[in-house]
């Protein structure tokens, strides 16, 4: 896997563990954005900052390393009024505006939060959003969110055993 592209709405694959021996890999930021990598989870609320030209030596990394970039938060912004539910909620309540959220919009939900959530709008109305997929959290009922652009960069990853 010497170079993967990461965009900021999902996580991916930058690095699997070696089959055999001490397992190490060593990750270049080759692109113009911050990466943010760690587990399957990773967000760039919760990844290991991975600067445009910097390398991050990964010593002991036993498992797979996946990788996300970054976002620019967009207008429209939102508020919910309810929480959502979890594990199988994909609506958000809002008081007013939620027509301002087009199909496919890509949003950020509890940015900057351990609980941040990157997801796709399915549908609104003038009370609701509702996106393609549940919610990993359940977020309260003043949890703010908005739209996104996503940010693109490469990450090499080198691995290797001793």
């Known amino acids: 896997m010497p170079y993967t592209n990461v965009s900021g709405t999902a996580a991916v694959v930058v690095s699997y563990p070696p089959p055999s021996g001490h397992p190490h890999s060593i990750l270049f930021n080759t692109g113009l954005q911050n990466a943010y990598v760690g587990q399957s989870g990773v967000s760039s609320a919760t990844g290991l900052v991975l600067a445009p030209g910097g390398r991050i030596d990964m010593a002991n990394a036993a498992g797979t390393i996946y990788g996300i970039g970054g976002f620019n938060q967009t207008t429209p912004y939102g508020t919910a009024n309810a929480a959502t539910s979890y594990p199988s909620g994909s609506t958000i ?70």
Do not use: D, M
Request: glycine letters at 8%; aromatic letters at 8%.
């Open 93 to 162: 309540t809002v008081a007013s505006g939620g027509t301002a959220f087009a199909s496919a919009t890509t949003i950020v939900v509890e940015p900057g939060t351990p609980r941040q959530e990157i997801a796709t709008v399915f549908s609104s109305n003038a009370g609701s959003v509702v996106t393609n997929a549940p919610f990993t959290f359940a977020h309260g009922s003043a949890t703010t969110f908005s739209a996104i652009t996503p940010l693109l960069t490469t990450v090499k990853a080198e691995r290797g055993t001793s």
